[in-house]
Nanobody, 127 residues
Framework: QVQLVESGGGLVQAGGSLRLSCAAS???????????MGWFRQAPGKDREFVAV????????NSADSVKGRFTISTANAKNTVYLQMNSLKPEDTAVYYC?????????????????RGQGTQVTVSS
């Protein structure tokens, strides 16, 4: 059974920081290292938005323009965990943040789709 479990969300003031974690288990094929891991977010009344992606094998990353320079995605491969370090948070970053896994990187980045997704964690940034 595949599980992606997010943690680390919460309420923070504008300019503050949070670190989200996503622990993955049960991924088929060759497990965590064979998937591209990403973060999406969805604010109330808005479409789901791609935030960042990382390929655990190569360490290659990509992120949305809206978070470049503020958010950093990373992994701890030995722990099958992906992180999203969020700095200089803004009220417009308020959303539910979802961890996702896909074997096709373009599926995540271009089509906004995934093979597996977590339940999400709420991030609220107050002004």
């Amino acid at each position: 059974q595949v599980q992606l479990v997010e943690s680390g969300g919460g309420l923070v003031q504008a300019g503050g920081s949070l670190r989200l974690s996503c622990a993955a288990s049960g991924l088929p094929f060759s497990g965590f290292s064979s998937y591209h891991m990403g973060w999406f977010r969805q604010a109330p009344g808005k479409d789901r938005e791609f935030v960042a992606v990382i390929s655990p094998n190569s360490g290659s990353t990509n992120s949305a323009d809206s978070v470049k320079g503020r958010f950093t995605i990373s992994t701890a491969n030995a722990k099958n965990t992906v992180y999203l370090q969020m700095n200089s948070l803004k009220p417009e970053d308020t959303a539910v943040y979802y961890c996702a896994a896909a074997r096709d990187r373009l599926k995540l980045v271009v089509r906004g789709e995934y093979d597996y997704r977590g339940q999400g964690t709420q991030v609220t940034v107050s002004s």
